[in-house]
């Protein structure tokens, strides 16, 4: 790994954790509020001082979420990625990508939905908790970490496709 890269980690996780995601996230829960349901809350981040507590950062999901009538509250996280797509004719990927080593995270609270947001916010790609039957578990190389994680994918067939 080179130096730039080491000095400049802390930066980059401070930008991912923080305003990076956000505009993503007020989108979705833009989106979930239009489709009628009582409540959407928005979870606040936690950006630790120094990178090397960078598992107490982040949030334990992005969005709460109530539907009417019912007193039960589903957990929503949000990605937003670099990538143009709309559905899955010009997804450019096999499968959706739910989470990448996040196994602390998904100790604290396991979503009941992930968004894949495109680049431009328009468009997300929702994968439904009920969908991970039929996820891949795969090890690949994070470009932007720098190491191995472990992702887990969900085949197109399942994921839903949503214009923001």
Known sequence: MDEEWEENKENRFVEEVGI????????VAMHIHAKGYRAVLINPKRVSEDFTEH?????DVDLLVQNVG?????????KHRQVDFTDASDFPFKEGTVMLDRVKKAERARPDAYYIVNKKITHAARVSWDSKPHWIVKTRQDDKK???VTAYECPLEYVRWVVL
């Open 20 to 27: 990076k995601q956000w505009p993503a996230i007020f989108a």
């Open 55 to 59: 598992d107490a950062s982040g949030d």
């Open 70 to 78: 019912h007193s039960k509250w589903w957990t929503v996280e949000v």
């Open 146 to 148: 720098g190491y191995d």
